[in-house]
């Protein structure tokens, strides 16, 4: 089973914000999908985040927590938890995230200006 880490990333400069990063089955370069969200971002069922889809990110983040290299910030993990049927393609993403001990569809897609729309809705895990 692959996993997914929210972080909270506060940068040298600029305004802190959230990464929601998704590990998907079968990524041989151990890749991780991923969103930027606004700080105030609480994941559950029926919420609707904006977002902004981010190049992807080395798995290391899926444990790290602390300063990062070449004055970037810093990053603490906010939340954490298993996932499954992660699949990025032509501007839509699908996952299965566990959030709490309950399963959450996560659904989305860009829109023509490249802005992510991510929704949340309860569901069970697929075997």
């Known amino acids: 089973m692959t996993r997914w880490v929210l972080l909270r990333h506060t940068p040298d400069v600029g305004p802190a914000h959230l990464d929601l990063m998704l590990e998907a089955e079968g990524d041989e370069e151990h890749r991780l ?8 971002t609480t994941i559950a069922a029926g919420q609707v985040i904006a977002g902004q889809r ?3 990110h080395r798995a290391m ?6 300063e990062i290299s070449g004055g970037r910030g ?14 990025v393609q032509s501007g839509h ?3 299965r995230i566990c959030v709490n001990g ?3 569809r996560l659904s989305g897609g860009a829109d ?3 802005a992510w729309r991510l929704e949340f ?6 075997s």
């Open 54 to 56: 981010l190049a992807d």
């Open 121 to 126: 809705r309860p569901c069970e895990p697929e």
């Open 33 to 40: 999908v991923t969103f930027r969200l606004p700080l105030q």
């Open 93 to 95: 993403v699908e996952a």
């Open 74 to 87: 810093c990053v603490a993990r906010t939340a954490h938890g298993p996932c499954r049927g992660v699949a």
């Open 112 to 114: 023509a200006s490249g």
């Open 102 to 104: 309950a399963w959450l």
């Open 61 to 66: 983040y899926l444990d790290f927590e602390g």
